[in-house]
C-alpha cells in the first residue's frame, strides 16, 4: 500500500521558517519524481516546487523562488520542503506527490499519481 505522510506544518509568524518532510512508504523512493503543491481556501491546488528522481533538477513557482527549496533524500524514502521568509499568502494546505510517469519532472497535478493528506501551513502577519 502507498503511502505518503507528510508532517512539519504550523501556525509561524510572517518571517519565519519552517521544513516540511514527506515521508514514502510502499513504493521505490528512487524511482519517483516528487512533487510539492499547495491550496488556500476557495482557490485551486497549486504547484510549489518539484524535484526529480536523482535530484538532478529542480523546479519552482515564481511565487517561491528564492524562499523555497525542495529537497530529497532517498537513503530515507523522504522529500522535504524549506520554507524560508513566509509571507501571509503563504498560507494554505501543503500537499506532497509522487510520479511514476516517464516525465523527469512535472509542474502539474495530472502529473502524479500518489498523493499526501496534506499538511497545514498558517502564517500571520
Known amino acids: 500500500q502507498v503511502q505518503l505522510v507528510e508532517s512539519g506544518g504550523g501556525l509561524v509568524q510572517a518571517g519565519d521558517s519552517l521544513n516540511l518532510s514527506c515521508a514514502v512508504l510502499g513504493l521505490t523512493f528512487n524511482a519517483v519524481a516528487m512533487g510539492w503543491f499547495r491550496q488556500a481556501p476557495g482557490k485551486e491546488r497549486e504547484f510549489v516546487a518539484g524535484?526529480?528522481?536523482?535530484?538532478?533538477?529542480?523546479a519552482s513557482a515564481d511565487s517561491v523562488k528564492g524562499r523555497f527549496t525542495v529537497s530529497r533524500d532517498n537513503a530515507k524514502n523522504t522529500a522535504f520542503l524549506q520554507m524560508n521568509s513566509l509571507k501571509p499568502e503563504d498560507t494554505a494546505v501543503y500537499y506532497c506527490?509522487?510520479?511514476?510517469?516517464?516525465?523527469?519532472?512535472?509542474?502539474?497535478?495530472?502529473?502524479?499519481?500518489?498523493w499526501g493528506q496534506g499538511t497545514q501551513v498558517t502564517v500571520s502577519s
Open positions: 506527490a509522487a510520479s511514476r510517469f516517464w516525465a523527469p519532472l512535472s509542474m502539474t497535478r495530472s502529473g502524479y499519481n500518489y
Open positions: 524535484i526529480t528522481r536523482s535530484a538532478d533538477r529542480t
